[in-house]
């Protein structure tokens, strides 16, 4: 019922920078807030930010906060990831990710809160 497709990821060098789309397909009011997640290889899956899409609070894992800003542009029905600053650790794969669970004031950290996820956008920054 919900898709979820991201882009702009690619390869930079450390200290450069990206920004990565993620567009809302079908019944997009049914979800109520959006994740960033990453997984690097041999890693298990991380919670970079998130936003909530009415009221536009946002949560930044630790080892991003400063650095990642999370936006949203709730006509387009996108969510966007500036990523500033750039370490070879962010290398990972990233996804975009929706949830639909009412009981946030914050978007939930735990990927298993998400129900829709997209395919992903491989971010490699070299050193």
């Known amino acids: 019922q919900v898709q979820l497709v991201e882009s702009g990821g690619g390869s930079v060098q450390a200290g450069g920078s990206l920004r990565l789309s993620c567009v809302e397909y079908g019944y997009t009011y049914s979800t109520v807030y959006m994740g960033w997640f990453r997984q690097a290889p041999g890693k298990e899956r991380e919670g970079v930010a998130g936003?909530?899409?009415?009221?536009?609070?946002?949560y930044y894992a630790d080892s991003v906060k400063g650095r990642f800003t999370i936006s949203q542009d709730n006509a387009k029905n996108a969510v966007y990831l500036q990523m500033n600053s750039l370490k070879p650790e962010d290398t990972a794969m990233y996804y975009c990710?929706?949830?639909?669970?009412?009981?946030?004031?914050?978007?939930?950290?735990?990927?298993?809160?998400?129900?829709?996820w997209g395919q992903g956008t491989q971010v490699t920054v070299s050193s």
């Open positions: 936003i909530s899409k009415g009221g536009g609070k946002t």
């Open positions: 990710a929706a949830g639909v669970t009412s009981r946030w004031y914050s978007p939930p950290e735990d990927a298993t809160e998400y129900k829709y």
